[in-house]
């Protein structure tokens, strides 16, 4: 711990709301911080990449002397990054296999966006001279949600939990990720 910095302990909550239709309402973010520098930041864009059914949000949590800067960092190039890789995929999934394929593979578009998007962010991190990105960084949660397409990506021990009602009317606690550490086990192999 360093003595210059105040113990600092995150706990934060992003909410998303969708009335009956599956309309997005509106978007909430909570953060408890306890020490000097608050080290998470989250975005919301509703109509993402100019689609009234597409909702993108997220939420960095930075660790490390320049944390708070690589979380920021990250906020303003991920989703720029995610939607020009996406429209590229299916423009070129649209040209080759036609609309009928490209509804199918929807996920599957999303998913290697995302992959291609978080390699291009890390790659400016890297570059970057304002900033020690190699001993500093953030864990990412993010969620694109497009009509009934949710796709959530995590890396860290961000977490997303689906809020549900049981048909009795109880609200359930569905875990949508899991840590995505280095140390883990099953992740480090």
């Not at 040209?95 to 995302?114: A, M, P, V």
Request: glycine letters at 6%; charged letters at 25%; proline letters at 2%.
């Amino acid at each position: 711990m360093h003595s210059k910095f105040a113990p600092i302990i995150s706990i934060f909550s992003f909410l998303l709301d969708f009335d009956k239709k599956k309309r997005f309402q509106y978007c909430r973010f909570f953060s408890i911080s306890y020490g000097s520098v608050c080290l998470c930041v989250f975005f919301s864009i509703q109509g993402y990449g100019c689609q009234d059914d597409t909702i993108f949000c997220g939420v960095f949590d930075g660790h490390g002397q320049w944390g708070h800067y690589v979380a920021k960092a990250v906020r303003e190039s991920l989703p720029q990054q995610l939607l020009c890789r996406w429209q590229e995929a299916v423009a070129l999934t649209s040209l080759i296999d036609g609309e009928k394929r490209l509804g199918d593979c929807q996920f599957d578009l999303l998913r290697q966006s995302y992959l291609a998007a978080a390699a291009a962010v890390d790659e400016e991190l890297r570059r970057s001279r304002r900033l020690d990105a190699v001993n500093s960084g953030c864990t990412a949660l993010s969620i694109v949600k497009q009509g009934d397409l949710m796709v959530v990506a995590n890396v860290g021990d961000s977490r997303a939990v689906l809020a549900t009602t049981s048909d009795d009317g109880d609200v359930t606690a569905v875990q949508l990720t899991v840590d995505f550490k280095p140390d883990l086990p099953r992740k480090s192999s």
